[in-house]
């Protein structure tokens, strides 16, 4: 069997590494394979007309997660919710849309100690943020206002606002030049791509929220370092003092539901997966 991860850019995908991973655990290296394209938007169509009945399934990353509900038979509750699907697999001739985002973000934090949170506020205002919001409302961030989004042009957050409205949310969107007013909060999310957050380190340091910061490479980020007050990082992405957690183990868990959908296993290797995934990232860091 077949599976992939598509997109663009796609060519720094760490999803091929974390599957391969799987299937040598699971015993399938010789019967299942993960591949990774370049694919954008307009070309999706195409590709999914081109998968026959070797193929399993498909991680997709941006900007395809919007555009794959538009292409699936059958949409699950939590991504119609979010906007998005990041997960397409083929059951009896019909594609299924998923969203395994958000469990990726709640099994990352809830493996950092943050099982509970009940205010937050979120960097960033597109499909990444939309995904925080649902996993904010699965720790406990259900009341009016207790979730704050802030965008660079609020205006541009519209999607996740509507998002909100179709999980039962009030949330707040605010220009991100208010950030100061908004680190106290339990929890302080990074959605913003590699370097975007780099300018904000300072003023999210002097918060007393634990942070996410999405990006797993590179790693640490200038937001984890100024958040851990430069205490040594380790690959999974947690730091020592103050909490950071970084973007590996979201990708990790989310790429986990993708193996189980997929293959059909009850229960992912995640230890397998982790160590492959942590031993490219060292890989990578001496040798980009």
């Known amino acids: 069997m077949r599976a992939a991860v598509l997109g663009s850019p796609i060519e720094h995908s760490l999803s091929p590494v974390l599957h391969s991973a799987a299937y040598k655990a699971l015993g399938l290296a010789g019967e299942w394979s993960y591949g990774r394209y370049e694919c954008d938007e307009a070309g999706l169509p195409g590709f999914l007309a081109g998968c026959d009945r070797t193929w399993a399934g498909l991680s997709l990353t941006m900007p395809l997660k919007r555009v794959a509900l538009e292409l699936a038979d059958e949409v699950d509750t939590l991504a119609v919710e979010v906007g998005g699907a990041n997960t397409l697999v ?45 996993a904010l409302r699965g720790l406990g961030a259900r009341t009016a206002g207790a979730i704050t989004v802030l965008a660079r042009d609020p205006a541009r957050a519209a999607g996740v606002e509507e ?39 300072p003023v999210v340091a002097g918060g007393r929220a634990p942070v996410f910061d999405v990006v797993y490479s590179p790693w640490p980020t200038e937001l984890a370092r100024a958040v851990a007050g430069g205490a040594a990082t380790d690959p999974g992405g947690t730091a020592a003092g103050k909490t950071v957690v970084g973007g590996f183990p979201m990708l990790l868990h989310q790429a986990a539901v993708q193996v189980e959908l997929m293959t059909g296993v009850e229960r992912a290797p995640v230890e397998a997966m982790r160590a492959a995934g942590e031993a490219e990232l060292r890989r990578r860091a001496v040798s980009p």
Request: aromatic share 2%; glycine share 10%; charged share 25%.
């Open 163 to 201: 998002a909100a409205r179709r999980m039962g949310l009030r949330i707040d969107v605010r220009p991100l030049s208010e950030l100061e007013k908004h680190v106290d909060a339990d929890l302080v999310v990074s959605t913003l791509p590699a370097g975007a957050a780099d300018r904000l380190a």
């Open 90 to 134: 083929f059951r009896e001739g019909r594609v299924h849309a998923h969203n395994t985002d958000v469990a990726g973000i709640m099994e990352a934090l809830r493996e950092a100690g943050t099982t509970e949170v009940r205010s937050a506020t979120v960097l960033g205002g597109g499909a990444t943020a939309a995904s925080a919001v649902a």
